[in-house]
């Protein structure tokens, strides 16, 4: 079941499954980088994001949306391959449409995810904060963004 995020222990869980996938997620980062990433995640972008929970009886992801795109998508390692970060990704287009995203274009994996979801590349676009290349993409079905 998808659910809102409604209190400090989902807070917390975000926080875990953050730091079980950061060693797969973040291995472009130097890793002195992680805390200050976990910090950022929990002091600015939860609290500007609507934040949803993968829950089965146990937090296994969770999918942070913006205004106007998702934030963040995330899946425990240890529940991987189990279709939560599809379901996730398809709760985030349900609220969002179109649903623009930016994946670390040296996390191939997240890449590869999107794209085979569906999602193509738009543009490249330097992270202020990280000092890394953003892959920005777009759903395929969005056809109208494409043609601007």
């Known amino acids: 079941m998808i659910r809102q995020l409604k209190s400090q222990a989902d807070r917390q869980m ?4 953050w730091l ?3 060693p797969k997620a973040l291995a472009y980062l130097p890793r002195h980088q992680w805390q200050q ?5 929990n002091e600015q972008l939860l609290a500007q994001s609507e934040a949803w929970l993968y829950d089965d009886g146990r937090v296994r992801g969770f999918v942070l949306l913006s205004r106007d795109g998702l934030n963040h998508l995330c899946v425990d390692p240890d529940a991987e ?3 939560i ?3 996730l990704l398809s709760f985030a287009q349900s609220r969002r449409h179109p649903l ?10 997240a890449i590869a ?3 085979h979801q569906g999602f193509k590349p ?3 676009q330097l992270d202020g904060r990280t000092g890394q290349w953003q892959l920005l993409m777009i759903h395929s079905t969005s056809q109208g963004y494409f043609q601007r």
């Open 81 to 83: 391959r189990r279709g």
């Open 100 to 109: 623009r995203l930016s994946a670390p274009c040296q996390h191939k994996d």
């Open 20 to 22: 079980a996938s950061a």
């Open 37 to 41: 990433e976990l910090c950022w995640l």
């Open 14 to 17: 975000v926080s875990d499954i």
């Open 122 to 124: 738009v543009s490249e």
């Open 113 to 115: 995810f999107f794209r």
């Open 85 to 87: 970060g599809r379901a």
